[in-house]
C-alpha cells in the first residue's frame, strides 16, 4: 500500500460514512493528530480529505459540540449506523417480540456500546466479529423517570454487529394497542407507535438521541388479515403471509422509526403521494388531502430536492395523540383533519415541510427543537401561500400569533420556557414542547424575511438545508451559520442572542396581520352590541374565520346569544374538530354546557385523543368548578387514548386536585 491508500484506510476506518459526520468528532481529531505528526509533507490533501471526510459541523462554526442529556448513548466512541430489525406483533397479548441487529463503528478502545431502553426485556445479545458470533453478558443500570436505563453491550474492536433478542411491555409508552371498537371501522384491531420525544427506546432498543443518525431494514409480521406500514418503502396491499419487507436507506433518527399496524388501503394521490387509511375512510380521505401531490412540487421549488423518494400519509384512529408526526415517507395524521372542506390540511403542509426541517435537518437535542418546528412552521406557511394565496395564510400566521401569545401568558412573560433555546436538563422533553418553538420560532424568521427580503432569505434557506442534510444541528451552530451567512453578508444588525436566549416577544417582530381576521372582528363587535350576526355571512367564512370568532367571543354573554349561534349555526353539531373544540370550551367557560351539550362534550373527550384538544376542555373544567366531571369523563375516556395524552390529563388533574 501506499502512503496516501494507508492514511485513507486509517481515516475511513475511523470516520464513519459522511453522513455519520457529527457522531465522530474523537475519531476524526484523533486521526488529524496522527497524521500531523507522521506524515507532514501530505498535510495538505489530508486536510482536504478530512474535510470530506469527517469535519463536525461544530468544528466548521468553531462551536461547542452539543451535548444530548436524553440519551445514554455516547456515540463518539460507539454508535449504531444501520438497524435490521425483524419483528412479530401478538395482538393477544399485546407485545412484539423480536430481534434488532446493529451495526457498529467504535473507537479502537471502545469496550462498550451503550443503547438506550425503558419497559422492555432483553433476552439475549450476540456480538459477530469476522471469525463468528459470541452470546455475552450484558448490563442494565437504573431505570429513570422517563429516560429509561442504559444498555450497556461490551465489544472491542473487532466486533462490528451486536444481535438483541427482546420484547416490549403491553404497557410500553410508544404503543398504541387498539380493540377494533376504537378504530374507524370497528372490524379489526389497530397498532401504532409514537417515538418522539423520546419513546422509542420502548419498542427498539436504540441510540435514542436526534443527533444520531442509522438506516434500517424490517421484516414485521402480523396476523394477515391486516397491514403493515413503517417511516420506509412500504407495501400498497395486503399478502396472505402478513409478512412485510421495508427499506430505509436515508439515515434517520430514532425518533422517526415508526410502524403502524391495521386494516388498511391505500389510494394514489398523485406520482408521488398517496394516502393510506381503512377502508370505510379512504375515499374521504383521498377527497380530503387531494392537493398533497401540489404541496410537494410547492415544497421543492421553495427549497430543494425532496430526498425521501415518496411522500405518504396515513389516518390513524382518533386516539392518535397528536394532530400529524412527521415519520419519513409516512406522515402519521389524526382522522380530526378530515374536514370535509380541505380546510385543515395547513397540517399536512406542516409534516411535509418536516421532510427538510426535522427529518434532513435535526435538531441536535431536544433543547433544539425550535429548530425543528420553528422552521417547519415558517415553511408550512410558505407552502400554503404559494398554493392558496396570501390572503389565506396571513390567517394561519395571526392564528398563530394569537396561540403565542397565550402561551406566553400562560407560562409567565419571563419565562425560560419561553427562550427559544430550552433548558431541559432532568425534565422530560415533553414538558418544553410548547406553541414557543412553534410560533415564536417561525416569527423570528419571519422577522428575518423581512428584514432581508424574500429573495435572499430563501436562498438562505435553501443553501442551509443543502448545507446540513441528513445532519443535526445545535442551536449555537445555527446563530453562527446564519451570522456568518445572513446578517453579515448583508450588514444586518439583529439581535439574535435576544430571540433565542431572552423571553417572550422582542421588540422589532414582524408581527402578522389579517383583513379577512379583521372583518371577523367587526363582525363580533356587532354581535356583541346587538346580538346580530348574518347568517349568510357566517356560511361563507372558512374555519380560520370561525376559530377567530370563536376565540374571542366574550365568554360571559347573556345564554341567549349562545343559543341564537347554536341555532343559526349548528355549532354543538359542527363536523370541524377545530370548532366543535373552540365551541366545546366556550360552552364550558361560559356555563352553557350546563343545559346544553354535556353529552357531546362526553362524546368528544371519549373518542379524540388529540391532546391539543383535550389539554384545553380538561382545563376549562377544572377550572370552572366542574372536577368531577373532568374526573369522571377522563376514567371513561383514559383507555382510549394513547400515553402521552393520558399522562398529560392525569398530571393535569392532580395538580388541580392538589391546588383545590
Ligand atoms: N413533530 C410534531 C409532533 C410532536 C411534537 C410529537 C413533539 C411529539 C413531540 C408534529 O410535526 C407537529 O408539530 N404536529 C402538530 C401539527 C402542526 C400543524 C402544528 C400537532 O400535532 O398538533
Ligand atoms: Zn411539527
Redesign the pocket.
Known sequence: MKLPDILIAVISNLCPPATQKGNFKFAKSKAIRIMKLSFVHYLTSLCLLGALCCTSTEEELDVEPAIDQHTYADPNRAVTTHLDLEIEANFETRVLTGKASYLIQATSDAADIILDINQLTIDSIFVHRERGMEEVSFQIGETKQFMGAPLTIPIDSLVTRIDLYYQTDPAASALQWLEPKQTYDKTHPFLFT?G??ILTRTWIPCQDGPGIRFTYNAIVKVPPSLLALMSASNPTSRNDEGIYHFEMTQPIPAYLMALAIGSLEFAPLGERTGVYAEPGLLEASAYEFADMEKMLLAAEKLYGPYLWDRYDLIVLPPSFP?????NPRLTFA?PTIIAGDRSLT??VA??LA?SWS?NLVTNATWED?WL??GF??YF?RRIMEDLYGKEYTDMLWLLGFQDLQSTIEDLGPDHPDTHLKLQLGGRDP?DG?TDIA?EKGSLLLRTLEEQVGRETFDAFLMNYFEEFKFKSISTDAWIAYATRYLLKPNKLKFDLDRWIHGPGIPEGAAIPESSRLRNVDQRLQEFVRIGRLDASQGNRWSTHEWLHFLRHLPRDLHVSFYEKLDDVFDLSASGNSEILAVWLEISIESGYLENHNKQILENFLTTVG?R?FLTPLYKALLNHNQINLAKEIFQKARSNYHS?AANSIADLIETSTEVG
Open positions: 409514537q418522539q420525544a397528536f394532530g400529524g408526526m412527521e389524526t395547513a397540517l406542516h409534516e418536516h426535522g427543537f425543528n418546528e417547519t412552521n408550512e415533553d414542547m412553534y388529540r391539543k402521552v
